[in-house]
């Protein structure tokens, strides 16, 4: 079973708690297990681990494992291959970061090798994308493996399966509780995180599919701004809210990967140029410091905290009272004063139209593919019920979604209604009361402000045997 790990929530953007690297070095014997990225690293320089033998293990976990968990896709065929290069290539000039550090991504994230891009459907199984994704040649220029896919929510959840269910990978399961949800489209990238079946992942979100996954799954979710990483070469929902982020067991870890994939990128031009010039020089890696909550005002709203039974209340109090205790001022029982009702039916109004449009875009620029046009999706799916469990989910989002005909005046109409919402809500209160950050107790919170930068880190690591950890 997954090991406990203890950490405590923490916010990026300039605010963040250093988190000890796992004591994974031992008598010169590498300690496999919970292994971060920086452990891996030393291992590396002291000589006690290749990238080989790493992803010997991550391999031989995945073939254990999985069968259960259904949390991978698809293995990289060309995984030791890559890894016998990075052991190569092992030198002062190639080494640090995420060199030879195994990554899983989510089966929405296109790579030019030998691995399908199918979002979990089996509608785009044998496709061919023209490139890699612009998070993946980052990765690559850092020298990363790229392990294999990770199962997500077929589609994104734009059909309403279960939470890490997909016509190709089988539904995932969570490692600490099996009944309970994994969550989250990104679950799959969540579940290997947890179960330690790469040393870090990479996943995707459009509402809440790093941040629920990540709380579910008890590891780390960075849920970067929109357009901090580049969403070329990633299947679409709407590029008003899509992102890429990690799912790591440490902050720490998340921080590496969050740093070797950020950045502009000419095929997502508008966003990562507009976000671009907000990375810090030097990284996020910098604000890893042990005093980082000292003297940062951090709000409560109480909409997010209310309903909550007395055992989780109690949980949270405690978490409120170690963030005082490392130097953070909370506020508390802060009200958001716009009227968000309306948020969900403005939302999905808006994101059916951006889907088939982005969709679309996507599949007439694969060099090959099954599937053309939403359109052919939905007579896919049609034509293939029974593995595509249409008796059970159907496809009403995506039938809504080609009923659409692009951006008119009732989406402009949608998209101002959610500004409004954004700007009178979270932004408002953290202006009214010069917060540095807003805390709440899980990724329910992530409908209130889909585009911006939220980090979920949950704070009780490792549960009961009813109960799924605590975010």
Known sequence: MVNQRLQVVAVVMGIALSTAAAGTISSGRFEFQEATVDAIQLGFK?????????????????????????????????????????????????????????????????????????????????????????????LRRAGAVILGKANPSEWSNFRPVESGWSARGGQTLNPYVLSVTPCGSSAGPGVAAAANMAAVTLGSETDGSILCPSSSNSVVGIKPTVGLTSRSGVIPITPRQDTIGPLCRTVSDAVHVLDAIVGYDKLDAEATGAASKYIPHGGYRQFLRIDGLKGKRIGAPTVFFQGYDEFRTAVYEKHFDTMRKLGAIVIKDLDIATNFTDLYAQETLLMNAEFKLSLNAYLSDLLRSPVRTLKDVIAFNNAHPVEERIKDFGQPDLIAAEKTNGIGPKERAAIRRLDEISINGLEKLMKEHQLDAIVAPDSDSSLFSPSAAIRASPCRRGTTRREPPLA
Do not use: M, W
């Open 46 to 138: 002291n000589g006690s681990l290749t990238t080989t033998a790493l992803v010997r293990f991550y391999l031989d976990q995945i073939a254990r494992l999985n069968p259960l968990l259904h949390a991978v896709i698809e293995v990289n065929p060309d995984a030791l291959a890559q890894a016998a290069r990075a052991d190569a290539q092992c030198s002062a000039s190639h080494s640090g970061g995420l060199h030879g550090v195994p990554v899983l991504l989510k089966d929405n994230i296109a790579t030019r090798d030998r691995l399908n891009t199918t979002a979990g459907s089996l509608a785009l199984l044998g496709s061919v994308v023209p490139r890699d994704a612009g998070v993946v040649a980052r």
